[in-house]
């Protein structure tokens, strides 16, 4: 059974750090092609924040995010990670972790995350 389970959200100051993890169960991230994070506020659309290309090596981040937070991963534990610094309170938001792979895509249940002071 594949599963995507999102940890590591909570309450934090203006300012402050975060780093979410992502446990992959039921598949392997050399499976994959792309391992993201996106974000969501109520009301709002779902959010594109950062994403692992596993074919090309490489990462993308959204320029809201972009050298604040770091995405990176960790295959032995098939866990994907984010670290969230400089956080403001428009970063707000439950965050999901998401991966694609050539037959189609899985999403966690996500993890709020709450910046304010």
């Known amino acids: 059974q594949v599963q995507l389970v999102e940890s590591g959200g909570g309450w934090v100051q203006p300012g402050g750090s975060l780093r979410l993890s992502c446990a992959a169960s039921?598949?392997?991230?050399?499976?994959?092609?792309?391992m993201r994070w996106h974000r969501q506020t109520p009301g709002e659309a779902r959010e594109w924040v950062a994403e692992f290309n596993n074919i090309a090596g490489s990462t993308a981040y959204a320029d809201s995010v972009k050298g604040r937070f770091t995405i990176s991963r960790d295959n032995a534990k098939n866990t994907l990670y984010l670290q969230m610094n400089s956080l403001k309170p428009e970063d707000t938001a439950v965050y999901y972790c998401h991966a694609v792979t050539q037959e189609t895509s899985y999403w966690g249940q996500g993890t709020q995350v709450t910046v304010s002071s």
């Open positions: 039921g598949f392997t991230f050399s499976s994959t092609i792309f």
